[in-house]
T-cell receptor
Framework: LAKTTQPISMDSYEGQEVNITCSHN???????ITWYQQFPSQGPRFIIQ???TKVTNEVASLFIPADRKSSTLSLPRVSLSDTAVYYC?????????????FGKGTRLHILP | ETGVTQSPTHLIKTRGQQVTLRCSSQ?????VSWYQQALGQGPQFIFQ???????GRGNFPPRFSGLQFPNYSSELNVNALELDDSALYLC?????????????FGPGTRLTVT
């Protein structure tokens, strides 16, 4: 399983764009990158998943460079309700025995 | 469509006791995974059940055991509770095993061992 490294915490202000970068230097060919969001006392919630280049949905964008050794979750125009822990995960999409392994995540704090 | 539900919400047990936590998977999902989340930490994978069989286990001792029923609901049992077992226990269901399938998490059960 590829290990991921994220900043422990980040602060930003309402209305700004927030970018959280995750390093996964030993990512394998079949590995996809997935991000989850977790609010206090709730279970994590899927945000976005991608393999390469850029993926965008109604919540966020995910930028993955050509070497795939890192990825950046971009949250546009954040609000106070985006204060949460964000987890970057890497997993083998082709291996049904692969399991979702969480690291410590990035604690994002949005300020008014 | 009903989401993942867990019961009870909160639980207080004494060291040495046994506990059973329950999880109802989302409709159509045959895979359930259990996680333990200590305060300030990410969720730690305990084990996964797929079609009533254990399908992978994390680094947890045998006193952590589980079951999956024909309707794909699941139980997590913990024997001989220790103080360090105090945590939020999360259940997640998915359409099938593997990381390609989005996991849907329940709200968790907060277990306190005194």
């Amino acid at each position: 399983l590829a290990k991921t490294t994220q900043p422990i915490s980040m602060d930003s202000y309402e209305g700004q764009e927030v970018n959280i970068t995750c390093s996964h230097n030993n990512i394998a060919t079949n590995d996809y990158i997935t991000w989850y969001q977790q609010f206090p006392s709730q279970g994590p919630r899927f945000i976005i998943q991608g393999y390469k280049t850029k993926v965008t949905n109604e919540v966020a964008s995910l930028f993955i460079p050509a070497d795939r050794k890192s990825s950046t979750l971009s949250l546009p125009r954040v609000s106070l309700s985006d204060t949460a822990v964000y987890y970057c995960l890497v997993g083998d999409m082709m291996n049904r025995d692969d399991k979702i392994i969480f690291g410590k995540g990035t604690r994002l704090h949005i300020l008014p | 469509e009903t989401g993942v539900t867990q019961s009870p919400t909160h639980l207080i047990k004494t060291r040495g006791q046994q506990v059973t936590l329950r999880c109802s998977s989302q409709s159509g999902h045959n895979t359930v995974s259990w996680y333990q989340q200590a305060l300030g930490q990410g969720p730690q994978f305990i084990f996964q059940y797929y079609r009533e069989e254990e399908n992978g286990r994390g680094n947890f001792p045998p006193r952590f055991s589980g079951l999956q029923f024909p309707n794909y609901s699941s139980e997590l049992n913990v024997n001989a509770l220790e103080l360090d077992d105090s945590a939020l226990y999360l259940c997640a269901s998915s359409l099938a095993p593997g990381t390609s399938h989005e996991q849907y998490f329940g709200p968790g059960t907060r277990l306190t061992v005194t």
